[in-house]
């Protein structure tokens, strides 16, 4: 998977930056964006769903980790939030069975582990890739994407 060159990187402290972070890049997305969450194990992909969605939802709801269920859905005032957690896909094409077209069609998807799409993975998605930071808890966040993304960044004055 090779995602577009970086339009910004971002240091994150801890969980609870990568949170925030997430809170203020939640008012940007729009029924049928994209947002790939990328890196190893324990990188923050949840925390950054956790923070989007609870910016979205406007409140401190429950966002559990999808790894088991491979795909949580959250039902907003603003539209739907599919939070993707592809980890366990063990074909590309399995992604129809967990309402792939839907969550494209009119929802907001975020998705761990897009690598898995294969074919699939949108090309005009916001990529986040979050790797090991200066610190134990620290990540960098780089953000790529499609000229729309970037405008939409530099519009909103977003991280």
């Keep these: ?6 339009i ?17 890049l939640a008012p940007l997305a729009r029924p049928g ?14 925390e950054f769903a956790r923070g989007f969605v609870r910016a979205r939802a406007g409140r401190d709801i429950e966002v559990p980790s999808p790894t088991f269920t491979l795909v949580q859905t959250y039902d907003l005032p ?4 599919w939070h993707f957690d592809l980890y366990r896909l063990a074909d ?4 129809w069975e967990l309402g792939w077209e839907a969550a ?3 929802a907001i998807a975020l998705i761990e582990w897009p690598e898995r799409l294969g074919p699939h993975l949108p090309a005009d998605r916001l990529a986040i890739g979050l790797a090991p930071g200066a610190g134990e808890t620290a990540r960098i966040a780089t953000l790529s994407g499609a000229a729309a993304w970037a405008r939409r960044l530099e519009a909103a004055d977003a991280p």
């Design 78 to 81: 603003g539209g739907e939030i």
């Design 1 to 6: 998977m090779v995602d577009p060159a970086p």
């Design 33 to 46: 964006d994209a947002l790939t969450l990328s890196g190893d194990l324990g990188m923050g992909k949840t």
């Design 104 to 106: 494209r069609e009119g």
């Design 8 to 24: 910004r990187i971002v240091e994150l402290p801890d969980a609870a930056a990568t949170r925030a972070f997430a809170a203020k």
């Design 92 to 95: 590309p094409e399995e992604i």
